[in-house]
Structure formats: C-alpha cells, structure tokens
T-cell receptor
Framework: KQEVTQIPAALSVPEGENLVLNCSFT??????LQWFRQDPGKGLTSLLL?????REQTSGRLNASLDKSSGRSTLYIAASQPGDSATYLC???????????????FGAGTQVVVTP | DTGVSQNPRHKITKRGQNVTFRCDPI?????LYWYRQTLGQGPEFLTY????????KSRLLSDRFSAERPKGSFSTLEIQRTEQGDSAMYLC?????????????FGQGTRLTVV
C-alpha cells in the first residue's frame, strides 16, 4: 500500500528565502505526482503535475523534481513571498491493479509561513 | 466553465440529521472523485465515478454514506444519521477523459460540522 509522507509538517521562513518542500512515497510504481496548495478552510489548487517519465516540471517561481528510484519529490519555491503562506500537499497516482481509477494518495502536507 | 463547484461551502447540522452535498465538475470531465479531509491530514479517497457509474468505494464510506451521479454530470454525496466523527471537509475533484495521466482539479470543498 502506498504511503506518502511530507516532512517537516510545518516550516517558517523569512521573505525572500527559497523554500524546499519534501515528499516521499514508498511505492515507485506511480503514474504521476501532483503538488497542491491549500489555503486555510479552502479547497486544493493544483500547482504542478509531474509524469513518471519526467524528472522535473517548472511553472514561474515553482519547480518540482521527481526521483522515482528513491521515492522522492521536491517542490522548490524561489524567492518566497508572504502570499506563499499556505499548506502544500503532494499526491501520488499509483499504477497498481487496484489503483486503475486514478485516485490520489496524499501526504499530510507541509504548513508554510513566510514572514515579512 | 471556471472549475469544479461545490455547494454548500459550509454546513452545520445536528447529530442524527441527514445532509446532502453537491458537486458540479468541469463540464468535459467524465471522471469524478469524492475525498474527505480532517484537520491536519491530507484528503482521503471516498468514491469514484466514471460518467454515471460508481466504480469504486473506499472502506471509509460506511452504509450511512451514499453518492450518486445521475446522467454523468453533477454528483451528490448524502450522509444519513450524521455523527460528530463525520465533521470534516468534503472535497470533490474531476479529471478529463483523455489518457490516464491527466491533472485532477478540486473544488473549494464543503465543510461539515456536526454538533
């Protein structure tokens, strides 16, 4: 059974610093890995989707890497801003026989605070 | 179409009452998912629809829960005889038909509080 872990659970950085968020998964048989942002009391906003054949994906200040062999993905946010304060979740879409319908296995998230 | 829409955004109910939530997916998406998220945790899968067919249900979905997607468009999730443990954020997501690796889009969720 796929287990997705995000460490640390919370992170505080001063404005301008680069953010590095970690996601690890136990089963490397994934179709893709997706990163989301969640503001308090709100739904999930998709940030980046990395296919299993890709090593990284970029969008603006965001860059996500994927290393299936080590079961890790990392989300980098360059030059953090107070508006980046949110919870960041990663989710794996598995390849297993019981996972053909595309449901996602989520980590618990990393809560980020960027201080001015 | 601006995205996945969920209603209501918030629901407070007394224990033992029934509640129903609605999800309108992105119009061209034939795949629809329900998830439940409790405080400090990631969302957990509840059920999946492909068009109008409910193809998978999690063990989390007790017999008090029922979901429908008539005509393969919007979906409803009903909880009967609510319990305090049902308090959570209920999230709906949809995904396009093409390929197996498309992006999932989530709604804003319905936050349920059972008092």
């Amino acid at each position: 059974k796929q287990e997705v872990t995000q460490i640390p659970a919370a992170l505080s950085v001063p404005e301008g610093e680069n953010l590095v968020l970690n996601c690890s998964f136990t089963d490397s048989a994934i179709y893709n890995l997706q990163w989301f942002r969640q503001d308090p009391g709100k739904g999930l906003t998709s940030l980046l989707l990395i296919q299993s054949s890709q090593r990284e994906q970029t969008s603006g200040r965001l860059n996500a890497s994927l290393d299936k062999s080590s079961g890790r993905s990392t989300l980098y946010i360059a030059a953090s801003q107070p508006g980046d304060s949110a919870t960041y979740l990663c989710a794996a879409k598995n390849r297993g026989a019981t996972d053909s319908w595309g449901k996602l296995q989520f980590g618990a998230g990393t809560q980020v605070v960027v201080t001015p | 179409d601006t995205g996945v829409s969920q209603n209501p955004r918030h629901k407070i109910t007394k224990r033992g009452q029934n509640v129903t939530f609605r999800c309108d997916p992105i119009s061209e998406h034939n795949r629809l998912y329900w998830y439940r998220q409790t405080l400090g945790q990631g969302p957990e899968f509840l059920t999946y629809f492909q068009n109008e067919a409910q193809l998978e249900k999690s063990r989390l979905l007790s017999d008090r829960f029922s979901a429908e997607r008539p005509k393969g468009s919007f979906s409803t999730l009903e909880i009967q005889r609510t319990e305090q443990g049902d308090s959570a954020m209920y999230l709906c997501a949809s995904r396009a038909r093409q390929g197996g690796n498309t992006e999932a889009f989530f709604g804003q969720g319905t936050r349920l509080t059972v008092v």
